[in-house]
């Protein structure tokens, strides 16, 4: 008998607590007249969450000369901008967390999901949409995936291994293994952790048709299969495949080049390489 997405978030073992100070910060960026200090004081409260971001802070992702040592600092050398992208990078990278068993399949999850955030981040600020709001759209499009892991298939996976329900994207076949999918199990969870209604929608329907999706999901659709193109010019760019999610995501406004899309995925790379190394 196979499970609804509400009962497999329901049932999961292995969930990690609903984070409040993520949900605190997104409050907060969604305020036009939020200032650095609560952002710093709000990343502060929580121990695990400000160790870490001043852990990658202080890594050679920045390359700084002078170590930080507080939230407060960060924002002074780093800047409003890039501590609201760290934070909510290793924020989201906290709720990723894999059964041990699967813990090899984190650096692809990780790696996609940032370079999704960042490549839906270049795109929004491209079409003059919220920048931010997409980047952490971007970052946790897949996290139903941490669901799927470790629930058990009601049919044979047509996948040869539990593992690769993390490496591959087929809602076709996750449905007939669990009668449900990585995005519907992902829009449960966030709304069950009591994020934006904006980000539970990105996250359930980044895989549905284009042209029946709303700006900030086609969007992320776009960027999430841009984050596996090859863009090393050994196939034409961009793929005929891709034409409606440009039309509906991008509207008027041309796609970056692939030289700034490369210079996007290696940043991003480069960050989750850090906070792999650090989760």
Known sequence: M??????????AEQLPPPPK????????????????????????????????????????FYGLSKRISTVHDAIAILGFRA?????????????MHLPPALRASMGHLLRHSTRCAMLARLLAEKTGSAGEEAFTAGILHDVGKILLAQTEPVQTPEHG???????????IAERAAFGTDHAEAGQILLRHWKFPEA???AAGRHHQPPDTLPPLCALI??????????????????????APWIACAMGDTPLPDTAALAAVIAEADALANVLEADA
């Open 21 to 60: 100070v993520m949900t605190d910060l997104l409050a907060l960026f969604s305020r036009t007249d939020v200032d650095a200090r609560s952002i710093a004081d709000t990343i502060a409260s929580d121990l695990t969450l400000s160790l870490r971001t001043l852990k990658v802070a202080n890594s050679p």
């Open 199 to 201: 980000l539970c929608e």
């Open 161 to 171: 291994t539990t593992s690769d329900w993390i490496l591959h994207s087929d809602t």
């Open 83 to 95: 501590l609201r992208m760290l934070a909510l990078a290793v924020g989201s990278a906290q709720l």
């Open 2 to 11: 196979s499970l609804s997405a509400e009962q497999i978030v329901r049932n």
């Open 221 to 242: 659709g776009l960027a999430d299969q841009l984050a596996d193109i090859p863009l090393d010019g050994t196939e034409d760019f961009p793929p005929a495949t891709l």
